[in-house]
Every structure is written in C-alpha cells, then in structure tokens.
C-alpha cells in the first residue's frame, strides 16, 4: 500500500521574488545603442522612405526615369 505523501507547498514568511536572465548579445558594446537613439534613427528612416517615395511619384508624373546602373 502506498503511504501518504504530504505534496502542500512550504510556507514561509519571506516574499517572493522572480529573477530573470539579462539577454544574451553577441553585438560589442560599442554598438549598441540607447532606446532613444534607436526610435529617432527609425523616425529618420521613415522620413527619408516619404521623402523618396514622393520624389518617385513626381519623377513618374514628369516621365523622368533614373539609370543608376550607368557608369559616370
């Protein structure tokens, strides 16, 4: 027969806490960079993707095309 197993966890009276591992990066920390820096390096990208989308749209309205293959 199978005895009687106490399986209630332990009581104590000191708080809990949860750890948790820092992430792993292989980038040097000379290049990583701050949340500020990062979010007005994308506002910058995206400023500059509306800038050339609407030069592609005048460019295609004027019926100007680019060769950018073409050696100077």
Known sequence: MMGCMNTSAPTTDLPVEQLT???VTTTP?????S???RER???HVAEIRQMLAARTSTD???G???HHDRAA
């Open 60 to 62: 295609l309205a004027a």
């Open 21 to 23: 591992l820092l992430p």
């Open 41 to 43: 390096g994308l506002r």
């Open 35 to 37: 949340k500020e820096t």
């Open 64 to 66: 100007v095309t680019h």
């Open 29 to 33: 920390a000379r290049f990583l960079l």
